[in-house]
């Protein structure tokens, strides 16, 4: 089963790192770890192709101190569709 | 604007976009919550809580709860006999454990603790336990009786 600690020691992984650090895309980290493996599972099948796709996406994961705002942003970036 | 310079300056992180300290290590898994944390001879707590909204509890044993391998103490309602039971956020009408009867399904009747996880929730999970919260009242009309002020 992949973990977030497997995904950390992925060469991607910085990238992903880098665009959630940047935007304040986590707060407690509690749901990091879910946000995380889902989108860079989303990102490697290549589905998110706008901002629709991208909170479709992450509507499974939920995340009760950013306000969602941050991690969309991130994300956007990260599949550069436009937020 | 000379002052406003300085204080600017002085304040470091004000008006600038700052990463979180923390960032790293939650974003790698590394950072530990508060459900990681271990230290020797910590105990473990769980609490029955009522599978009912509203009914009277008839009578709690703790006797066989109480004599498992494991278990340190079982507290029910029966030790808040000498202190303040009640707290809440807004008003004090909350009791720190069920007072005779419950008013939500959810609020908690015993606690446990145990020298092991897995000895507190068998514990909080046993039928046993459970079947001390009695059956459900016929009439929901407990939490007036009380006569504590409610917020409206």
Same mark, same amino acid.
Request: proline share 5%; charged share 25%; glycine share 8%.
């Given at each position: 089963v992949p973990t977030v600690e497997g995904l950390a020691e $992925?060469?991607?992984f910085e990238r992903l790192a880098d665009a959630f650090t940047r935007h304040a895309a986590l707060q407690c980290g509690f749901c990091t770890p879910g946000m995380l493996l889902t989108v860079a599972a989303l990102l490697e099948t290549g589905e998110l192709t706008s901002v629709e796709e991208v909170k479709r996406g992450l509507a499974g994961n939920l995340c $009760?101190?950013?306000?969602y705002r941050g991690i969309l942003e991130a994300v956007c970036e990260l599949a550069e569709v436009t937020a | 604007v000379s002052r406003i310079e300085e204080v600017q300056v002085s304040a470091g992180a004000v008006g600038q976009s700052v990463p979180r300290r923390d960032a790293d290590e939650k974003l790698r898994g590394k950072a530990q919550f508060a459900g990681d944390i271990l230290v020797p001879r910590m105990l473990h707590g769980k609490v029955l809580r009522s599978p009912y909204p509203n009914a009277r509890i008839t009578s709690i044993d703790t006797t066989d709860a109480e004599k498992m391998p494991g278990v340190v103490c079982v507290l029910t309602?029966?030790? =808040?006999?000498? =202190?303040? *039971?009640y707290w809440g956020?807004?008003?004090?009408?909350?009791p720190v454990v069920a007072i005779d009867?419950?008013?939500?399904?959810?609020? *908690?009747v015993a606690a446990v603790a145990a020298e092991d996880e897995a000895t507190a929730v068998a514990v909080a999970s046993s039928s046993a336990a459970t079947a001390a919260t009695g059956s459900p009242a016929?009439?929901?009309?407990s939490i007036a009786t009380t006569g504590r002020s409610r917020m409206a």
């Amino acid at each position: 089963v992949p973990t977030v600690e497997g995904l950390a020691e $992925r060469p991607e992984f910085e990238r992903l790192a880098d665009a959630f650090t940047r935007h304040a895309a986590l707060q407690c980290g509690f749901c990091t770890p879910g946000m995380l493996l889902t989108v860079a599972a989303l990102l490697e099948t290549g589905e998110l192709t706008s901002v629709e796709e991208v909170k479709r996406g992450l509507a499974g994961n939920l995340c $009760r101190c950013t306000g969602y705002r941050g991690i969309l942003e991130a994300v956007c970036e990260l599949a550069e569709v436009t937020a | 604007v000379s002052r406003i310079e300085e204080v600017q300056v002085s304040a470091g992180a004000v008006g600038q976009s700052v990463p979180r300290r923390d960032a790293d290590e939650k974003l790698r898994g590394k950072a530990q919550f508060a459900g990681d944390i271990l230290v020797p001879r910590m105990l473990h707590g769980k609490v029955l809580r009522s599978p009912y909204p509203n009914a009277r509890i008839t009578s709690i044993d703790t006797t066989d709860a109480e004599k498992m391998p494991g278990v340190v103490c079982v507290l029910t309602a029966a030790d =808040l006999a000498d =202190l303040d *039971p009640y707290w809440g956020h807004a008003i004090r009408d909350r009791p720190v454990v069920a007072i005779d009867r419950v008013r939500f399904a959810g609020e *908690p009747v015993a606690a446990v603790a145990a020298e092991d996880e897995a000895t507190a929730v068998a514990v909080a999970s046993s039928s046993a336990a459970t079947a001390a919260t009695g059956s459900p009242a016929n009439r929901t009309r407990s939490i007036a009786t009380t006569g504590r002020s409610r917020m409206a």
